[in-house]
């Protein structure tokens, strides 16, 4: 039998609680993380983007180190393939993070000097 309207709504219900809870929990951490001294602001509102930054970055390098053990375990060679896409992937993405981190501090000094 097909799904019908109220399965599907059901389905996005449930989808948004899951989103809800989660970004929640990603709130919460953001609260409890604690800045690199170099990328702190004297602007709040820049300090708050860079907590919720900072909580990304935990997770982008404890998946990096899960692919660095994960590399030098036996594994088929499309496996171990995989693996490495996928920490070359996630040192991508704290590149692009770190570049992110550093922006507020760059623009206030770009700012500062053009003032």
């Excluded at 990328?39 to 900072?54: A, G, S």
């Excluded at 981190?101 to 623009?107: C, D, S, T, V, Y």
Aim: one cysteine or more.
């Amino acid at each position: 039998m097909p799904a019908d309207i109220k399965d599907f709504q059901s389905y996005l219900e449930k989808t948004r609680a899951e989103e809800v809870k989660e970004q929640e929990a990603t709130q919460s951490a953001a609260q409890a993380t604690a800045l690199h001294v170099d990328h702190v602001t004297q602007d709040p509102e820049w300090n708050i983007y860079l907590q919720k930054l900072q909580v990304h970055v935990d997770r982008m390098e404890a998946h990096r180190e899960d692919c660095l053990v994960k590399v030098v375990q036996p594994a088929p060679a499309d496996v171990h393939q995989a693996i490495l896409m996928e920490y070359w992937k996630t040192q991508g993405f704290l590149s692009a993070l770190d570049l992110a981190m550093k922006l507020p501090k760059m623009l206030m000094a770009e700012s500062k000097g053009q003032a």
